[in-house]
């Protein structure tokens, strides 16, 4: 799943057996391909970034701590519009749930770990990628890396003029409006399993072609963040995306352990679209300091005018692009989650903010689903309005 809209999915479902015996016969000849990548690993997994090249984030010289939470405890039940009454903790170790972390006011509110998973161990969080990917974003634009969200994707990328991308601005891609020919798909020949399984991006990228007039409507392309994925690799060169992601996100937020970024051959690009993979923890750090608009014990780590421009849209409602749901600057809002927002992911990997309560919620695991996606959110509503009431 690339977002909450169910009707996209991350990666490639599993195949018929059978086929999948044929398919990968026809194309042992040339198993370092693509394709055969495709048939090799099947479905993707939350451990997929094991099986890649990657260039890791080290875990901070002095992590910073998440103490408990005295002022408040996890409510033994809650009122969920929809479901009755519902026992959170209970709820989070269902549904093949790996990890659960929900903070209030950078304080550790509560804590699970399926059997087989820790503390210590990351995952693959799919698409909450994007939402980072848009974080360091901000802080290029700060450090002036570049130039504004207004600034054509030519500058960096000069090649793709003949694809018809001039008119193609950097908020175009943030908000997935380009009008680039991309489409998300399960397809196991399609370019979407390429871009996830692919070994060189940079052709696949630079062959890109505008299809209609940027701007004109919202179309959910991870094509659009791997796009921005490599804008930002030239700006930040000879620095890579890790690395500067390392320098001013991870690093400043104290996370207590590594992370690692997928590249698309040794020494390449970063896919932003996809493939970060950290532990639960230090993904809530993340949240957190969203929570307090940017800054974390203290210190302003994102900008705060980056924060309000990315977010401040999907909580006045000013942003929604289909159904229930919203999209701006590579984030979700929801109808069933009016006071928050969230980074999404294939299999249910959630990054839930809900900052008029200083709440985070993430939930990481093996399945996904539009049913436990709503009742997450409703769930994260009920817990809100709970902590609202009693502060």
């Not at 690339?2 to 398919?23: D, E, H, N, Y």
């Not at 394709?35 to 890649?52: G, L, M, Q």
Request: aromatic letters at 8%; proline letters at 7%.
């Amino acid at each position: 799943m690339t977002g909450p809209v169910q009707r996209r999915r991350q990666c490639v479902r599993k195949i018929p057996c059978l086929a999948s015996l044929v398919l990968a016969a026809v194309l042992a000849a040339s198993a370092g391909c693509d394709t055969a990548r495709v048939f090799r690993y099947r479905a993707a997994e939350i451990s997929d970034f094991e099986r890649f090249p990657s260039r890791g984030m080290s875990a901070a010289d002095h992590p910073s701590p998440l103490p408990p939470d005295d002022a408040f405890t996890l409510p033994g039940r809650l009122l969920v519009p929809g479901s009755g009454w519902v026992d959170p903790a209970r709820f989070f170790q269902g549904s093949s749930t790996s990890a659960v972390v929900v903070l209030r006011a950078g304080r550790l509110l509560h804590e699970w770990y399926a059997p087989g998973y820790a503390a210590e161990r990351a995952t693959q969080v799919f698409s909450i990628t994007k939402s980072i990917t848009s974080l360091l974003v901000g802080c290029a634009l700060r450090d002036g890396y570049l130039a504004g969200v207004r600034q054509p994707v030519t500058d960096h990328v000069p090649e793709l003029a003949r694809g018809g991308f001039r008119a193609v601005t950097l908020e175009h891609l943030l908000d997935m409006r380009s009008g680039m020919s991309y489409r998300e798909s399960d397809n196991p020949f399609g370019r979407h399993a390429r871009y996830y399984y692919g070994t060189d991006l940079l052709p696949r990228l630079l062959h890109l072609r505008v299809k209609e007039p940027p701007g004109t409507r919202f179309e959910y392309r991870s094509g659009d963040t791997q796009l921005l994925g490599l804008v930002l690799s030239r700006a930040l060169a000879p620095e890579s995306i890790t690395r500067y992601a390392q320098r001013v996100l991870w690093h400043p937020l104290g996370a207590e352990g590594p992370a690692w970024w997928t590249v698309d051959r040794p020494g390449g690009l970063e896919k932003t679209f996809c493939c970060l993979a950290v532990r639960p923890r230090d993904l809530a750090r993340v949240g957190a300091m969203l929570a307090a608009g940017g800054t974390w014990q203290g210190e302003e780590i994102i900008p705060a005018a980056w924060v309000e421009a990315s977010v401040g849209p999907l909580l006045r409602g000013d942003a929604m692009v289909m159904d229930d749901f919203g999209y701006h600057h590579q984030w979700w809002s929801c109808r069933d989650l009016p006071g928050g927002y969230l980074g999404s992911g294939h299999l249910g990997q959630y990054l839930i903010v809900v900052p008029d309560a200083r709440l985070v919620v993430v939930r990481l695991g093996e399945k996904g689903g539009r049913t436990l996606q709503r009742d997450t959110l409703r769930l994260t509503q009920a817990l809100r309005e709970e902590i609202l009431t009693t502060r």
